[in-house]
């Protein structure tokens, strides 16, 4: 008796703490609506303080702060929405709006539609979803293993055998599958810059000589880290080194 | 005719002689020595060609004029020369030796200086200039005249309008008066009533007690346009009074001009003034608040009231607002018109004056609209906010809905049957904004992957961990189940030997049906126990398959299936013959004993 209302306390505390995740995100919901932006960028981003994360919760942010004119932390998150649903087209056509109000011009290559395709079936599902697939056809794959070997005749033990390489067929895909998911998600190799402007050095070091300027917003690729710099290379193929205080990885 | 030939004669005679002669610039000053304040006139004289000039740095001057510029052109003894002279008028500030720089021309690519000109200033001018070199003067005290500057309100709202008046008083006559500097209105939009340019007429008035003249000098109705504590500076002028003298000259020249009077020059200076603007209070200002502070009425109406409209049919939408304040500063009023209809920018008349009572009249924004689609379209009323002064609240003024029934114009119906093909629109962008946040989310925890975690590759380790396991246990399960068939099958044999024995004591006895029974018991016995099958599968099809699957001899099989077939068939024959018996048992054991060679 005593041990079930420990469970039930336990499993009522667990549904009540996933509730108020989702009420602080529709606070922040409502007060975008109400054209409140600033408080309705302190709740998503008490959210992701917190720890949670979701595309459209970086959508909305990057939302808010594109209201709010803070056009570096929209292009941030969006990017990181980008990152967790590559394919899903709002956050391309706000991200194409809010690269529009940068200095710099922003170049996004045309992503092929098999390329877009992939990377939307890819994302379908969460890394975690299609390692719970994985370890699941690995279940069946060694359940119908089992059964080939209990089963005396030659037919069955072929259609089994048959489907036991097929089921590890199907394993390994979805392990791939959530490995390039859980990749693409964890790279770190681009960040957008949040200085007004900054100055790209040949080398790392203050001394070293001025290549170029990029401006608030602008996004640049990650190739190489020494020390507190960052040799970083521009859509454009522009290469130089800046330091990694004035940008936000991605 | 003849007149343009001389003029082309002299352009082609000027270009000549400007290319021939070195071009001088002549700088020249009426006095070299003036008084603080008074005006004189320089000049510059450039004979021959040029270009290009350069003022001369007149920084210890106020030039109150120019520059001004003739041209004069004389022709002596066929020799033409030209001149053109530019000159300023400018007054000192204050007492010294000032130099006015050298002023520079650019002529035939060089440049052409003048000489510098040297000016004293000393400090009585009057006295100075008096012919009779008289020193005594009363310039700066001015209880007999000065200028006094008011206004008719010191505390107002922001936008609120008020009369500044500019008065000169004197107990003298004034031979002459000129402006030298005009007040500024730093933050206020203004407008004169009058202005130093009008004559101005001196009446008698009282003020403090004393009699005088006065004559409004500048009256201008003023709008703060920001809140806070703004200046209007001074307002000087520079006066010719005409005092009696004192002491009685012995200059002939004062006799004959003067008569006993002199003219002083002297300086009247009005008190900058200080003007409170409070900010229009921010509890309950209209949405729609543009500034307009006074007292305003509306009206609006359309220019077609009676007739339906047809498409492409123009109307206009006349709004007039009527009243006190600052109705100039009013700007046109953004209309929200449905996409249908085309609207063109205001057009605005004035009926506005400015008196001492302040701006007040009417202005009337004429708004040009053309729908370009039939249909009743809804105007949205029109609203126009203001702070009313005397009320010290706002107002707002709403006109009623208006409707606009527009019909078919004639260009887009179709005539006599014939179809019309109207050009396709593109979808009308009214606006361009990000797309609205999505409400539907599922929030996940970072950092605690499952994916990659030592949990998730235990559970991807322990399918195959089980697989193992199951080997295992069912080589254990079939060796133990081959052990049980194993001790059948010999015990098997020993069964058949048994019921054989038995079947061979009935055959002794001539018991027929005991002797059937028994070798048809040992048979089936030992197939069952030796093949690990159970009664029901006891079939012939299932015994020669597994006997075929267990390599049997295609032979011993059909031998077995015979001796079966016979036993079986004589268990249940109707005549009973017992010659038989002993063949049948032989069959018996000897097919037993064949499979039995054949299993091993």
Known sequence: ?250 | MKQKLIGILLLVFSSQFSWAQDATLVASTSRNQVGVGEQFQITYTLKGAGSNFRAPDMRDFVVLSGPNQSSSMEIINGNMSQSISLSYIIAAQREGKFTIGPAAISSNGKQVNSKSLVIEVVKNPAAQNSRNGQQSMDGDDNSDLFLRAFVDKSKVYVGEQLVVTFKIYTKVSIVQNALTKAPVFNGFWSEDIVSPNQQATLRPEVFDGVQYQAAEIKKTVIMPQRAGSLEITEMVMDVVKRVQQRSRSNSFFDQFFGGGYQDLRTTVKSKPLKIEVMPLPTAGKPVDFNGAVGDFGMECRLSNTNKTLKTNDATNLYITLSGKGNLKLIDPFKLKLPPEIEGYDAKISDKISTTTAGVSGSRTFDYLLIPRHSGKYELPPISFSYFDISKKSYVTLSSPDFTLDVEKGAANESESGTTVITAKEDVKILGNDIRYIKTKTNLQKTGNDFFGSAKFYMLLLLPVLLFVAFLMFFKKYTNSLNDTVSRKSKKATQIARKRLALANNYLQQNNYDAFYNELFKSINGYLSDKLNLSAVELTKEKISEVLLAKGTNQEAINFLILTLNKSEFARFAPVKSTSAMQTDYADTVSTISKIEEELK
């Open chain 1, 1 to 250: 008796m005593k041990n079930i209302l420990v469970l039930s306390f336990i499993l009522l505390s667990a549904f009540t703490i996933k509730a108020g995740e989702n009420d602080v995100f529709k606070i922040g919901n409502d007060a975008y609506l109400k054209n409140n932006y600033s408080s309705a960028i302190t709740s998503y981003r008490q959210l992701i303080n917190e720890g949670y994360q979701s595309s459209e919760l970086y959508f909305n942010l990057a939302n808010a702060y594109f209201k709010t004119d803070s056009i570096a932390s929209a292009i941030l998150y969006y990017e990181k929405a980008k990152k967790l649903a590559p394919a899903d087209e709002d956050i391309l056509a706000n991200l194409k709006l809010a690269n529009l109000k940068t200095i710099d011009k922003t170049e996004t290559k045309e992503q092929l539609i098999f390329k877009s395709w992939w990377d939307n079936f890819v994302h379908s599902h969460s890394a975690d979803d299609w390692g719970i697939a994985c370890i699941v056809a690995l279940f069946i794959a060694f359940s119908l293993l089992v059964v080939f070997r209990i089963s005396s005749s030659t037919l069955s033990k072929q259609v089994f055998f048959g489907s036991f390489c097929l089921a590890v067929l199907i394993a390994t895909t979805f392990y791939l599958l959530a490995k390039t998911n859980y990749s693409q998600q964890h790279a770190e190799s681009e960040a957008i810059l949040f200085n007004s402007s900054a100055t790209i050095k040949s080398a790392p070091s203050e001394n070293s000589k001025d290549l170029f300027i990029i401006h608030e917003g602008t996004k640049v690729n990650i190739i190489e880290k020494d020390n507190s710099w960052f040799r970083i290379r521009l859509y454009n193929g522009n290469e130089g080194w800046m330091k990694e205080s004035a940008v936000k990885i991605i």
